[in-house]
């Protein structure tokens, strides 16, 4: 028909809209700022929650406890939720939350950016 035109020659760029999601911890410790959650499996999903949460609030005092810590994080894996914990900057504990947790000091951070979040 004597038509100009290309077929697939171009790319055009879009954007897919964020997703707001939301997080509720298991526990916060209310006198020093420190936010703890228990697990037993810990799914990539929450791994990733987890590492956004990080990224987006890097001053919250999140913590893990593991029911098992050398759980490996998916079948055949060589890393354990406690080797992922730590590469990933997460303090981490065995099946009870440490005692030495409750006596530490205020985090200063973690206090103002959980008041900060609940005021929204």
Do not use: C
């Amino acid at each position: 028909m004597g038509i100009k035109y290309s077929y697939e020659q171009h790319k055009i760029s879009y954007t897919i809209p964020e997703s707001v999601h939301k997080y509720t911890p298991d526990f916060i410790l209310e006198e020093n700022g420190i936010i703890i959650e228990t697990k037993g499996q810990f799914k990539l999903d929450d791994r990733k929650k987890h590492k956004w949460i990080q990224l987006q609030y890097p001053d919250l005092d999140i913590r893990f406890v593991f029911t098992n810590p050398l759980g490996k994080i998916r079948k055949g894996s060589p890393t354990s939720y406690a080797q992922w914990a730590t590469k990933e900057g997460f303090k981490y504990a065995k099946k009870l939350i440490p005692v030495e947790w409750f006596s530490e000091p205020p985090n200063l951070k973690s206090l103002e950016a959980i008041e900060a979040l609940y005021k929204k």
